[in-house]
């Protein structure tokens, strides 16, 4: 079993930066892939980043390519979401996910955390 607990959210306006910390504990994150994903309101949840356990491999979101960093620090078991030159359209409730890291590009993640919202005024 992983839980999952973000923090980090907030308030702030168009091009600011803020930092959403997704602290795993269960199982280390060497045998993780950890993913962000977002929903606004009245939308569908969307993929943002995800970080493998080898090496790692990092992949985004076009809409954040860019502009949001994906890391891990492994020694805290926690992977981080630099997010800057927020935008609007930004504004969702953030989760972070896991799945076992030997699994395929297509496999459901297994675990999610409560979500932190994010909120970005013009």
């Known amino acids: 079993q992983v839980q999952l607990v973000e923090s980090g959210g907030g308030s702030v306006q168009t091009g600011a930066s803020l930092r959403l910390s997704c602290a795993a504990s269960g199982r280390t994150l060497t045998s993780l892939t950890i993913g962000w994903f977002r929903q606004a309101p009245g939308k569908e949840r969307e993929f943002v980043a995800h970080?493998?356990?080898?090496?790692?491999?990092?992949n985004y979101a076009d809409s954040v390519k860019g502009r949001f960093t994906i890391s891990r620090d492994y020694a805290k078991n926690t992977v981080a979401l630099e997010m800057n030159k927020l935008k609007p359209e930004d504004t969702a409730v953030y989760y972070c996910a896991a799945k076992a890291a030997v699994s395929g590009p297509s496999d459901p993640y297994n675990y999610w955390g409560q979500g932190t919202q994010v909120t970005v005024s013009s």
């Open positions: 970080i493998t356990w080898s090496w790692p491999s990092t």
